[in-house]
């Protein structure tokens, strides 16, 4: 194999880029990302339906699915900051006031946030979207296309869940290639409230 290191990514669709990406450990529904036993820098994709303004208003789940749903973000976000990484999430996710971390352009005690347009990376539409790097210095690259144009919020309408839930080969390989630069450091556990 090659020389990377190796980057734990959770919570992927079994039909994820991810699969196959050299010097990734994929992390779907066969294999429960719970079952993570650490080790690696991380890229965390929890599922948004309960945390996303737009999604919140579609989901149909159980109290029983969307309380899991809610600790498996948790679980992503302390496998983040204990190993260092980067979790994903929709812009606005109220993830981001119920673990208390920073706002976009801010910096907290376990990481900052910034906020990315996918369409830099080739998504149809511009996707609005929050990153919280942990153990990885300011000094990230982004693409050259800072002003990328997307498709209208009709486009987004007309994407069936898989599309608009897929994450571009071009963004995937952008957030390994930063997870891989975390660093060890100080680590305190993460606390909240369950709902």
Known sequence: MSDLKTVAVLCVSPRSVYHGMPGVDAYDSDRDARTFPGGMPVVAHPPCRTWSAYCRQLVKATPEQIKAEQALAFFC????????????????????????????????????????????????????????????????????????????????????????????????????????????????SIRHESS
Request: net charge positive; charged share 20%; hydrophobic share 40%.
């Open 77 to 188: 976000l302390e496998q983040v900051c204990k190993w260092g990484g980067i979790l994903e999430q929709p812009a606005h996710s109220r993830f981001w006031f119920a673990a208390g971390l920073p706002r976009p352009g801010s910096k907290g005690e376990l990481g900052w946030t910034a906020e990315v347009w996918q369409a830099w990376w080739g998504y149809p539409v511009k996707k609005a979207t929050w990153l919280f790097f942990s153990r990885i210095t300011h000094a990230v690259d982004y693409p050259l296309r800072l002003h990328a144009r997307g498709k209208d919020r009709r486009a987004v309408q007309l994407m069936s869940h898989r599309q608009r839930s897929a994450t571009t080969p071009a963004f995937a390989e952008w957030l390994v290639q930063h997870a891989r630069k975390a660093t060890n450091g100080k680590y305190e």
